[in-house]
């Protein structure tokens, strides 16, 4: 059997200059970055495994039986995923996302759910808890998510026809069991849900109308994703990608006007339209995310914890920082308070904006430099 050389791997060395500071601080639910980035948002990759093998994340021909994904022992517990947590809610964080590889596949996912929904925010408010999903198990777990806390779930759909579904899957998974689980979801009240839809220019962007179509109307939020040169595997090309203006221009022309409306909240990555109202009835909301064309860097707000414990504080960051080396160190108990004032170091030491680089410099070609795989720190 041959053994896989992934570019992965270099990416998981341990980075040991995490320092704790001499003067320990105490946090006061606000940190800010070089440019003023707050600290808000907090993605945690709860596998780096999937049933699926979307060809823009996990292409089949890297991620096949050969590759190496991590082994149990190296993945955060429940327990040091809610500590490292709590850290990061004192500092400001008031949104929190599962991901992964496709976190409904780990095992007992609902009880780190349950674990972390007690986590009051800062001023005292819920945690905004949320998943992002394929979908193929979420009809069966809906309810139990629900049970367990979660505010609300993403699901991932990238076509309404089943053989380019299919073809972007690279599994076989039909479309109709994706909507069984989106059924399934609002039934149980996990709304409003949003469906992320990934443009591969040649591959699904005839689907973005079927799916503006099935989607106007009804209580969903559809975002279109700009497909992005995220990880080192999906071999990228700039023509591959569909940019937001000219999604927007294909809904108008194919008659489902188009109206721009104010974001959410600050940082908001998606911006926001709505359907025009036909007959004054309400017909729903589509979002665009164009990580390519308008880098949001200057509003980012994110940082991402991987399977591992390391801390990126850029999705398109070649090396993390080792947080779960302070949480198992056998020399050393670190208490909450030293981690703290390490994780507040990270972020007021962050310079990140990879995708505006990327569009100031040659945007035919990603920025050089080995880049982390989505499936392992999280989209
Ligand atoms: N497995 C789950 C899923 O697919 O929803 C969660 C993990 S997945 C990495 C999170 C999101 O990243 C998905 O919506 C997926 O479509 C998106 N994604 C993955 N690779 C991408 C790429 N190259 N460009 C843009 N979005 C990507
Ligand atoms: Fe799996 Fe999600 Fe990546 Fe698709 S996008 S391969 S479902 S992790
Ligand atoms: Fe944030 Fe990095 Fe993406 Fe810019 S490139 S929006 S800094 S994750």
């Not at 999937?50 to 292409?59: A, E, G, I, K, W």
């Not at 497909?227 to 023509?239: E, I, P, T």
């Not at 509003?299 to 850029?314: I, M």
């Amino acid at each position: 059997m041959s053994e896989k050389f992934i570019p992965l791997t270099d990416h998981r060395q341990y980075k040991a200059n995490l320092r704790i500071p001499a003067q320990l601080e105490q946090p006061v639910g606000m940190l800010a970055d070089t440019m003023g980035r707050p600290l808000h948002d907090l993605r945690i990759s709860v596998t780096d495994r999937c049933n699926f093998r979307c060809v823009y994340c996990m292409p089949k021909e890297v991620f096949d039986k050969d590759y190496h994904f991590l082994p149990q022992t190296s993945l955060l517990s429940f327990e040091e995923i809610t500590r490292i947590a709590r850290i990061f809610v004192a500092h400001g964080v008031s949104k929190i996302r599962l991901t992964g590889g496709e976190p409904l596949l780990r095992k007992n996912i609902e009880k780190l759910i349950a674990m972390l929904s007690e986590i009051p925010t800062h001023d005292g408010r819920r945690l905004d808890l949320t998943l992002t999903t394929n979908g193929s198990l979420l009809a069966r777990k809906a309810q139990s998510l629900k049970d367990a806390g979660l505010t609300r779930v993403t699901v991932s759909l990238d076509a309404m026809n089943e053989a380019t579904f299919k073809r972007m899957n690279d599994v076989d998974f039909s479309v109709s069991d994706v909507l069984d689980g989106i059924t399934a979801a609002h039934y149980v009240g996990l709304g409003p849900i949003k469906i992320n839809m990934v443009v591969k220019g040649g591959m699904n962007d005839d689907q973005i109308i079927p799916m503006a179509r099935y989607f106007k109307n009804t209580p969903h939020i559809l975002r279109f994703i700009e497909y992005m040169d995220v990880g080192a595997s999906n071999g990228w090309k700039l023509d591959e990608v569909i940019p937001s203006a000219e999604i927007v221009r294909r809904i108008n022309a194919a008659g489902m006007k188009l109206i721009a409306i104010d974001p959410n909240y600050k940082g908001e990555t998606a911006e926001r339209w709505r359907y025009e109202a036909e007959n004054n009835s309400g017909s729903g909301e589509i979002g665009l995310i164009s990580s390519v064309t308008q880098a949001f860097c200057h509003d980012c707000s994110r940082a991402r914890l991987s399977t591992e414990g390391k801390l990126y504080t850029c999705l398109f960051a070649n090396q993390g920082h080792d947080l779960r080396a302070l949480l198992r160190d056998d020399q050393l108990t670190h208490s909450d308070l030293a981690i703290s004032n390490v994780v507040a170091q990270l972020w007021q030491a962050r310079g990140d904006r990879y995708s505006e680089l990327r569009s100031q410099n040659t945007p035919q070609q990603p920025v050089a430099g080995k880049k982390i795989e989505m499936s392992y720190i999280g989209g």
